[in-house]
């Protein structure tokens, strides 16, 4: 056991009866056990209807921190009476902490209370705002009785405690899902971030800490939720931050409310709270943290308790609240929040609106107009988390094109490694560092055998560029095959050989050593059909393209292709295309290039590399956007022939690429992706995307095709099925109201009505869902 676990007395019903007859002197009619988390607990009865509460201590509790407990409830009792709190009950010396040498030889410390009659607030079923708003003024009320108080044993260290949450990541190992894991974690970094820094700034005192509703106690005999009169149980009871008192009730009303209460149930309690105990602003910017910390604290304490007392159900009786309230909060806007509760408390909150307009005239007047926004109304993005995005404004956003953050925004894992890294050494190639060997082996391992060589670089684009080189270097030459619509980055080599670009706006053609292939796409293409047939004849046009150069003598450097094709519209390739347009590159002396920026890394689900869907295996594979995270890497795989030819005497440097952090980054997304299922998560959640979708396609005309593989899908809007006239305006139209409804979507193809689907791989069947909610109706209105 670590420092914060322990274990639960178990003593016999006959030394249970030996303690109340020989240290308190009393002969009770009944005992009987009552649920307890680190005391062995006993309604004693009796004889003329009194009744007693026998709590037996753990050997995790010192008679310091017993003594501290006996001496607040002391204080509360004197100070809130008639509100009722356990009083404590000498033994017969007078002692208020009594010992007993049970028959194991062991010596337990016990105590005794008066039993406080009420009706716990878990037996309401509809629990009021005016409620609520009791429970924040009473908890306010022991709190302003508590200031000042002082006892040694009041700084005691208790697993409960939101200030100890760090201590829980020794319980996650108690956790089998690695997703649910890595949600805990993320409210771990948040804390470590945002709460420690400003440990010094946050108020402290000895609080309650234990606010949930089987320890507050109503009028009893009441049908309906009658006044707060009471609480009990104060094992959680600790010197901790004065916030996390309303917070933790904060935790646990949120539990038992619905989704549309929330809000209001937390400006009932927080603003109450207040009213009597103001609460100073920086207290309120963190209060959304403490809920999360302590739901951490919740839920690994239950995973714990199951796996070292199974039977002990009411140990784990917020675990399925505890974790559906997680999966919500970590859907909703810190920001959001924060505003609630200011406003909860009478404070004016800054205006989102105008830091935007500074933003946007800031960016107009010092950054390129070529950098374009997205939507009408761009987004002023501060925060992420998992799938979603938050805005200044306090709004979520659930993000389906976000292929950078291939796990999801501020992976703890990744962002862990990062800072770990960077603490310790970050410098460039020409030295020997372990992080460089470690990641390059682990991602070659991805790969088929002939890949042994590895250059790290900084983006898709260097990645891209650096292929070209490559090639270029080992053929000797100059012509180069694409597919139409391609786009393969941003250097000046990449504009020149992406169709994307030099056929778009502000282009200027492909140059004379580029030639197009024709876009092989089964819905639109020059060929139609998701079949063999179909691949044997945009196979056919490669031949030909091949065959004419080759009679002009024109040397080949092969064929740069993306796996799966996005700018040009989320276009998957009939069957085994790839690989037999690569084959007939080979054949003529030149080289296959695989461009796997987008679409790698397990996205397609069935495959960890796009290239696998087809069969196909390519000479040299560039890697980039969701490689790191965010992080910015990128990287080229060959094999030994080819890295080998490359080396001159011209000696390739790269100050940034391959260097220790990046690499750190680089290692711990192929690891998450490993732990957490994610390829395979991928391939469910995927073909549960494309069921849905092709169901919205069966009922709304606009919707000419649904394609994809895994969690890369497009979705073509059409006006007329037959003629596949694009729908342009519309696509634009249902982007724009599905970011108005919270949904992050995009377009793209060669008319721009193509819907990109795009999201982070931990992507889910409710987020699928919450996305299928939204599009129905706003098609509808297109249609």
Same mark, same amino acid.
């Given at each position: 056991?670590?420092?914060?676990?322990?274990?639960?007395?178990?003593?016999?019903?006959?030394?249970?009866?030996?303690?109340?007859?020989?240290?308190?002197?009393?002969?009770?009619?009944?005992?009987?056990?009552?649920?307890?988390?680190?005391?062995?607990?006993?309604?004693?009865?009796?004889?003329?209807?009194?009744?007693?509460?026998?709590?037996?201590?753990?050997?995790?509790?010192?008679?310091?921190?017993?003594?501290?407990?006996?001496?607040?409830?002391?204080?509360?009792?004197?100070?809130?009476?008639?509100?009722?709190?356990?009083?404590?009950?000498?033994?017969?010396?007078?002692?208020?902490?009594?010992?007993?040498?049970?028959?194991?030889?062991?010596?337990?410390?016990?105590?005794?209370?008066?039993?406080?009659?009420?009706?716990?607030?878990?037996?309401?079923?509809?629990?009021?705002?005016?409620?609520?708003?009791?429970?924040?003024?009473?908890?306010?009320?022991?709190?302003?009785?508590?200031?000042?108080?002082?006892?040694?044993?009041?700084?005691?260290?208790?697993?409960?405690?939101?200030?100890?949450?760090?201590?829980?990541?020794?319980?996650?190992?108690?956790?089998?899902?690695?997703?649910?894991?890595?949600?805990?974690?993320?409210?771990?970094?948040?804390?470590?971030?945002?709460?420690?820094?400003?440990?010094?700034?946050?108020?402290?005192?000895?609080?309650?800490?234990?606010?949930?509703?089987?320890?507050?106690?109503?009028?009893?005999?009441?049908?309906?939720?009658?006044?707060?009169?009471?609480?009990?149980?104060?094992?959680?009871?600790?010197?901790?931050?004065?916030?996390?008192?309303?917070?933790?009730?904060?935790?646990?009303?949120?539990?038992?409310?619905?989704?549309?209460?929330?809000?209001?149930?937390?400006?009932?309690?927080?603003?109450?709270?207040?009213?009597?105990?103001?609460?100073?602003?920086?207290?309120?910017?963190?209060?959304?943290?403490?809920?999360?910390?302590?739901?951490?604290?919740?839920?690994?304490?239950?995973?714990?308790?199951?796996?070292?007392?199974?039977?002990?159900?009411?140990?784990?009786?917020?675990?399925?609240?505890?974790?559906?309230?997680?999966?919500? !909060? +970590? &859907?909703?806007? *810190?920001? /959001?929040?924060?505003?609630? =509760?200011?406003?909860?408390? #009478?404070? $004016?909150?800054?205006?989102?609106?105008?830091?935007?307009?500074?933003?946007?005239?800031?960016?107009?007047?010092?950054?390129?107009?070529?950098?374009?926004?997205?939507?009408?109304?761009?987004?002023?993005?501060?925060?992420?988390?998992?799938?979603?995005?938050?805005?200044?404004?306090?709004?979520?956003?659930?993000?389906?094109?976000?292929?950078?953050?291939?796990?999801?925004?501020?992976?703890?894992?990744?962002?862990?490694?990062?800072?770990?890294?960077?603490?310790?050494?970050?410098?460039?190639?020409?030295?020997?560092?372990?992080?460089?060997?470690?990641?390059?082996?682990? !991602? +070659? &391992?991805?790969? *088929?055998? /002939?890949?042994?060589?590895? =250059?790290?670089?900084?983006? #898709?684009? $260097?990645?891209?560029?650096?292929?070209?080189?490559?090639?270029?270097?080992?053929?000797?030459?100059?012509?180069?095959?694409?597919?139409?619509?391609?786009?393969?980055?941003?250097?000046?080599?990449?504009?020149?050989?992406?169709?994307?670009?030099?056929?778009?706006?502000?282009?200027?053609?492909?140059?004379?050593?580029?030639?197009?292939?024709?876009?092989?796409?089964?819905?639109?293409?020059?060929?139609?059909?998701?079949?063999?047939?179909?691949?044997?004849?945009?196979?056919?046009?490669?031949?030909?393209?091949?065959?004419?150069?080759?009679?002009?003598?024109?040397?080949?450097?092969?064929?740069?292709?993306?796996?799966?094709?996005?700018?040009?519209?989320?276009?998957?390739?009939?069957?085994?295309?790839?690989?037999?347009?690569?084959?007939?590159?080979?054949?003529?002396?030149?080289?296959?290039?695989?461009?796997?920026?987008?679409?790698?890394?397990?996205?397609?689900?069935?495959?960890?590399?796009?290239?696998?869907?087809?069969?196909?295996?390519?000479?040299?594979?560039?890697?980039?956007?969701?490689?790191?995270?965010?992080?910015?890497?990128?990287?080229?795989?060959?094999?030994?022939?080819?890295?080998?030819?490359?080396?001159?005497?011209?000696?390739?440097?790269?100050?940034?690429?391959?260097?220790?952090?990046?690499?750190?980054?680089?290692?711990?997304?192929?690891?998450?992706?490993?732990?957490?299922?994610?390829?395979?998560?991928?391939?469910?959640?995927?073909?549960?995307?494309?069921?849905?979708?092709?169901?919205?396609?069966?009922?709304?005309?606009?919707?000419?095709?649904?394609?994809?593989?895994?969690?890369?899908?497009?979705?073509?809007?059409?006006?007329?099925?037959?003629?596949?006239?694009?729908?342009?305006?519309?696509?634009?139209?249902?982007?724009?109201?599905?970011?108005?409804?919270?949904?992050?979507?995009?377009?793209?193809?060669?008319?721009?009505?193509?819907?990109?689907?795009?999201?982070?791989?931990?992507?889910?069947?409710?987020?699928?869902?919450?996305?299928?909610?939204?599009?129905?109706?706003?098609?509808?209105?297109?249609?």
């Amino acid at each position: 056991m670590t420092k914060l676990e322990y274990r639960k007395p178990c003593l016999p019903e006959k030394d249970v009866e030996l303690i109340i007859s020989e240290n308190f002197g009393l002969r009770p009619e009944k005992i009987e056990p009552l649920n307890g988390d680190r005391s062995q607990n006993f309604l004693v009865r009796n004889k003329g209807g009194q009744k007693l509460v026998l709590k037996i201590s753990s050997e995790f509790d010192r008679e310091d921190s017993l003594d501290f407990e006996n001496q607040m409830l002391l204080v509360l009792n004197r100070k809130l009476a008639p509100h009722r709190f356990p009083r404590p009950v000498p033994d017969r010396n007078g002692q208020l902490i009594t010992s007993y040498t049970a028959r194991n030889r062991k010596t337990y410390l016990a105590r005794l209370f008066e039993f406080v009659e009420g009706t716990p607030l878990a037996s309401v079923r509809n629990i009021s705002g005016k409620t609520w708003a009791q429970v924040g003024k009473f908890l306010a009320r022991v709190d302003l009785a508590l200031k000042g108080f002082y006892h040694p044993g009041q700084r005691r260290l208790l697993p409960w405690d939101v200030r100890n949450v760090l201590f829980s990541r020794e319980r996650f190992r108690y956790i089998a899902d690695p997703a649910a894991r890595r949600k805990l974690d993320y409210c771990l970094l948040q804390y470590e971030n945002l709460v420690l820094p400003e440990d010094h700034r946050l108020r402290k005192q000895v609080i309650y800490g234990d606010a949930n509703e089987h320890n507050i106690l109503l009028e009893p005999g009441r049908k309906s939720a009658g006044r707060v009169i009471g609480l009990i149980d104060f094992g959680d009871a600790t010197e901790s931050f004065l916030a996390a008192e309303p917070a933790l009730a904060l935790t646990y009303a949120l539990m038992l409310s619905d989704d549309e209460d929330r809000e209001k149930v937390a400006s009932q309690i927080i603003g109450a709270y207040h009213s009597l105990n103001p609460l100073k602003k920086e207290e309120l910017d963190l209060i959304f943290y403490l809920v999360l910390a302590r739901l951490v604290v919740s839920l690994t304490m239950a995973a714990w308790r199951k796996s070292v007392e199974p039977g002990n159900a009411y140990m784990r009786i917020s675990e399925e609240p505890g974790w559906k309230l997680l999966d919500y !909060l +970590l &859907s909703e806007n *810190p920001e /959001k929040w924060r505003r609630l =509760f200011y406003r909860s408390c #009478g404070f $004016e909150t800054d205006s989102a609106a105008d830091r935007k307009k500074r933003l946007l005239a800031f960016r107009q007047d010092h950054v390129s107009r070529a950098l374009s926004l997205s939507y009408q109304k761009p987004l002023h993005i501060t925060r992420g988390a998992g799938q979603f995005l938050f805005d200044s404004e306090g709004r979520s956003y659930l993000d389906c094109v976000n292929n950078v953050c291939h796990l999801g925004h501020a992976h703890p894992a990744v962002a862990r490694a990062v800072a770990r890294q960077m603490t310790v050494l970050n410098t460039n190639t020409r030295y020997l560092y372990d992080q460089m060997e470690a990641y390059v082996e682990s !991602l +070659l &391992s991805r790969f *088929p055998r /002939k890949f042994t060589h590895c =250059f790290l670089v900084n983006s #898709g684009s $260097e990645a891209n560029d650096l292929a070209l080189r490559l090639a270029r270097n080992f053929t000797g030459g100059t012509e180069l095959l694409v597919i139409d619509g391609a786009y393969h980055g941003n250097l000046t080599s990449l504009v020149e050989v992406s169709p994307y670009k030099f056929d778009g706006p502000g282009g200027k053609g492909a140059p004379p050593f580029v030639h197009k292939v024709p876009t092989p796409d089964p819905y639109r293409g020059l060929y139609r059909g998701r079949t063999e047939e179909t691949a044997e004849r945009y196979a056919a046009e490669v031949d030909r393209l091949v065959a004419g150069l080759l009679s002009e003598n024109k040397k080949l450097v092969g064929l740069m292709a993306e796996s799966m094709m996005g700018c040009a519209g989320q276009v998957i390739f009939p069957p085994r295309f790839l690989k037999k347009a690569f084959e007939i590159v080979r054949a003529a002396g030149g080289l296959a290039i695989a461009d796997e920026v987008q679409v790698g890394f397990g996205r397609p689900g069935y495959f960890f590399w796009g290239f696998e869907s087809q069969e196909a295996v390519p000479d040299i594979v560039t890697l980039g956007k969701p490689i790191g995270n965010g992080h910015p890497i990128g990287a080229v795989i060959t094999t030994a022939e080819i890295a080998g030819r490359f080396a001159t005497g011209m000696e390739y440097f790269n100050t940034f690429g391959g260097n220790p952090v990046s690499c750190a980054a680089g290692l711990a997304v192929l690891r998450a992706i490993d732990e957490e299922n994610l390829q395979e998560n991928a391939r469910v959640v995927g073909d549960y995307f494309l069921k849905r979708l092709r169901e919205l396609q069966k009922r709304h005309p606009l919707v000419g095709d649904v394609r994809g593989l895994g969690l890369f899908i497009g979705v073509e809007l059409v006006r007329d099925r037959k003629t596949l006239e694009p729908a342009t305006a519309e696509a634009r139209a249902v982007i724009e109201e599905m970011k108005d409804r919270g949904v992050l979507l995009s377009t793209d193809g060669p008319f721009r009505n193509v819907i990109k689907i795009k999201p982070p791989v931990v992507f889910t069947r409710g987020d699928v869902d919450r996305v299928i909610e939204n599009l129905d109706p706003v098609l509808r209105a297109h249609d």
